[in-house]
């Protein structure tokens, strides 16, 4: 199957009826992409996550009405939407019981079997829409397909069940011609009960199946014609990358580049299958192709930033010559499921962001009551928020000379709270100020990139 392309539609590029329209033409266009993965429409999975959160009776009418809207304006367009309205009427049926039983107590497999309702009724429409262009495709529900554990929010893939199930499902399918659609981000326990593979885990869906195929590379469609050396709504010069390595990219994801999901990029480097992002609304614009070793690595590739951060300082006199405080902490913080971001340490205190990339599908908390109690026995704890991290993405910055002038040089009037250099070959990152965060990034650029 190694000609055979898996091709992902983000939520923009599924969210109304021209955009599906667009998104179906770049289907057809390609005889060799044979699995398309979608998202929900734009904004569903965001209703459909409040409405796992629990909702007054009022509150929770207006938010079924408005995901119904969405769907019903695509349909609404359709020569002959019957058939297909009747299958999303039992759908948002569906939503409305379970946003009811989440009103009375909510819990993480009550979340994840709501949203998944968006990916189901997207993926189903659209099969309608390849149909009306006269193309025949084959609507494939993913769980029989990708199987996960029981981490209801955030799943991880099994990745033995997962090829066997595609090798008995799927395969064959594809073997007899067909065009499979199917959703995103989804996948089914041991116990049969829906999972989700948190937030942004339809690029690690279209991943994994283009592994499980031996694909010969994942076409990810999305509202931006590929990767820009920052994003261009802070830095009107920034210029979009031709092709990048997993290594950046990867930097790039897990450091607030919302164009690729971190984890999509574990099952194509594990079996070095190319990773193409562009815009559906765009397709003749080219795009950005993810390749294991691409040439040339430029020191400076491009500069990130993830807002909204949180800064941790745990501060004690027993860390003085101590051992053993820091397992502690980490093994607090891993009882939570929470993993640390960036670190900075000193003889009697530790700074680290927490990494809200792979958070859960439900957008819960990270730091709870209880986390924080459990830290407080243990040392003083500090939390400040309204910060950004500004990640600079490149390679061999550690063993670059000047690198450290040129940065630190441009950044002499903003306050940098914390800084992490040296770990890594491919990122130097700053925590700022969300306040000077756009004006940091914009004055990086100008100094390594224009």
């Not at 006269?134 to 529900?141: H, R």
């Not at 709270?417 to 925590?431: E, K, Q, V």
Request: aromatic letters at 6%; a negative charge; proline letters at 3%.
């Amino acid at each position: 199957m190694s000609n055979l392309s898996v091709a992902k539609f983000g939520g923009t590029s599924v969210a109304n009826f021209s955009a599906m329209q667009a998104s179906a033409n770049i289907v057809i266009a390609d005889p060799n992409t044979r699995v398309v993965v979608l998202s929900a429409s734009a904004g569903v999975t965001n209703f459909l996550v409040e409405l796992a959160n629990g909702c007054d009776p009022v509150h929770r009418a207006t938010v079924i009405e408005n995901v119904r809207q969405i769907q019903y304006a695509i349909l609404d367009e359709l020569k002959d939407a019957n058939i297909i309205r009747q299958e999303i009427d039992r759908y948002l049926d569906n939503i409305e019981s379970l946003a009811e039983a989440a009103a009375l107590a909510t819990s993480p497999a009550l979340t994840d079997e709501l949203i998944s309702h968006g990916e189901m009724m997207s993926s189903l429409i659209f099969v309608e829409v390849l149909r009306e262009l006269n193309c025949q495709a084959t609507w494939l529900d993913v769980r029989t397909v990708v199987a996960t554990d029981e981490h209801f929010g955030k799943a991880s893939p099994n990745d033995e069940k997962t090829q066997h199930n595609a090798d008995n499902v799927l395969k064959p399918l594809i073997n007899q011609g067909e065009l499979v659609v199917t959703q995103g981000f989804i996948g089914r326990a041991p116990s049969g009960k829906t999972t989700t593979l948190g937030r942004g885990g339809s690029d690690y869906s279209a991943a994994l199946l283009a592994e499980v195929l031996n694909a010969k590379d994942v076409l990810i469609w999305t509202d931006v014609a590929g990767i820009y050396t920052t994003d261009p709504r802070i830095a009107s010069a920034a210029k979009r990358i031709d092709t990048m390595s997993f290594a950046e990219a990867a930097e790039m994801a897990t450091f607030g580049a919302k164009v690729l999901h971190p984890a999509t990029l574990l099952p194509a480097v594990r079996s070095n299958i190319p990773v193409y992002v562009g815009s559906s609304k765009a397709p003749e614009q080219g795009g950005t192709w993810v390749t294991r070793d691409p040439q040339p690595r430029p020191t400076f590739r491009a500069i990130a930033l993830r807002r909204d951060q949180t800064l941790l300082t745990l501060s004690s006199l027993n860390m003085l010559h101590a051992q053993g405080f820091l397992a502690n902490v980490f093994n607090i913080l891993a009882k939570h499921k929470i993993s640390v971001d960036t670190i900075t340490t000193s003889e009697v205190s530790v700074a680290l962001t927490l990494d809200k990339t792979g958070s859960a599908s439900s957008g819960a908390e990270l730091l709870s009551n209880e986390l924080l109690t459990e830290l407080s026995a243990l040392c003083n704890v500090k939390v400040d928020t309204g910060l950004s991290l500004v990640a600079l993405i490149g390679n061999d910055l550690h063993i670059a000379a000047g690198v450290a002038k040129r940065i630190f040089g441009t950044l002499e009037h903003y306050n940098v709270r914390m800084i992490s250099y040296g770990a890594s070959t491919n990122n130097i990152c700053t925590l700022v100020r969300s306040s000077d965060a756009d004006n940091v990034v914009r004055a990086l650029h100008a100094e390594l990139f224009e």
